[in-house]
């Protein structure tokens, strides 16, 4: 799967969609979409691209408290569980429970400060995909809300688009928001946590952002996971479009892929179908 491939389970369908997309107007349109290996690349140089939380642990910082080696064990601790596909749902999900709090508290205890996550960010070792400024430009000059709904921490993705000067104010996040003191370190975390297998649970109806959204019943989920899709879960929506990104190296699931969304782009491919499709929904 190493060449990008647009692949579209329903065309007929789709067309359909962007058709009623479009006849509604970008005033009646969002988007939901999860950030790392989405918005982000997930292989770099050949090598996987570390998530978000993972350029904590790849950046050496606290390096005095060896937290990069306790977070590189809990790493080797619970990873296959979010992956395995194989064991139950409710297993991977409650191991996933316990390695975002277990982290959470490791980071507590190793002094975390916002002074060093600027500092990670400013070394510009997450890549994001080609396209995506792009993507965010049109959204923000046709006044399309984004949320992101991340596992990751929030205020982390907020320094990287701020870096990149597109945190615009139609963008909206959804993610573990990390609580610091008047110091700048981190004392805690806002509930609920979110981690990678739980996005089912965080009901859009509950957040603030909702308020801005909920009049507008057209979307389109932008995700890398299966259950990237449980995002919308309890949004009241009219028209829906999924796009999934199948960044695996096999195609042991694609078929998944293609059962769950509307279009699966493989091969880590960039953002340009899903510019061209915005374009066509809002012209």
Not at 1 to 13: A, G, R, V, Y
Request: aromatic residues 8%; hydrophobic residues 40%; contains cysteine.
């Amino acid at each position: 799967m190493s060449e990008q491939q647009i692949l579209i389970s329903d065309p007929e369908k789709l067309e359909q969609t962007i058709e009623k997309m479009r006849a509604d107007g970008p005033e009646k349109l969002h988007i939901l979409a999860d950030f790392d290996k989405t918005l982000t690349r997930a292989v770099v140089d050949g090598q996987a691209s570390p998530s978000v939380i993972a350029q904590l642990r790849n950046n050496k910082i606290l390096g005095q408290t060896n937290y990069a080696e306790q977070a590189h064990a809990l790493f080797n601790k619970y990873y296959t569980y979010e992956t395995d596909q194989k064991l139950s749902f409710a297993e991977r999900s409650e191991q996933m429970k316990k390695w975002w709090h277990e982290h959470h508290e490791l980071l507590i205890k190793c002094g975390l400060d916002q002074e060093s996550i600027n500092a990670v960010v400013a070394k510009k070792t997450l890549q994001l995909r080609t396209g995506t400024l792009n993507f965010v430009d049109i959204l923000h000059n046709n006044n399309i809300p984004l949320v992101i709904m991340s596992a990751a921490p929030a205020y982390m993705i907020a320094r990287y688009l701020a870096q990149e000067d597109r945190l615009y104010d139609n963008i909206k996040i959804i993610g573990n928001w990390y609580i610091f003191d008047a110091n700048g370190k981190m004392i805690g975390v806002e509930e609920p946590i979110i981690h990678v297998l739980n996005k089912r649970e965080i009901t859009l109806g509950d957040k603030p952002e909702f308020a801005e959204i909920k009049k507008r019943r057209n979307v389109i989920v932008l995700g890398d996971t299966l259950e990237d899709t449980d995002m919308i879960t309890g949004f009241d929506y009219d028209q829906l479009i999924k796009i999934g990104f199948y960044n695996q190296p096999t195609d042991e699931n694609l078929d998944k892929y293609r059962e769950t969304f509307d279009i699966v782009i493989t091969g880590d491919g960039n953002m340009n179908y899903v510019n061209e499709l915005l374009q066509k929904i809002i012209s």
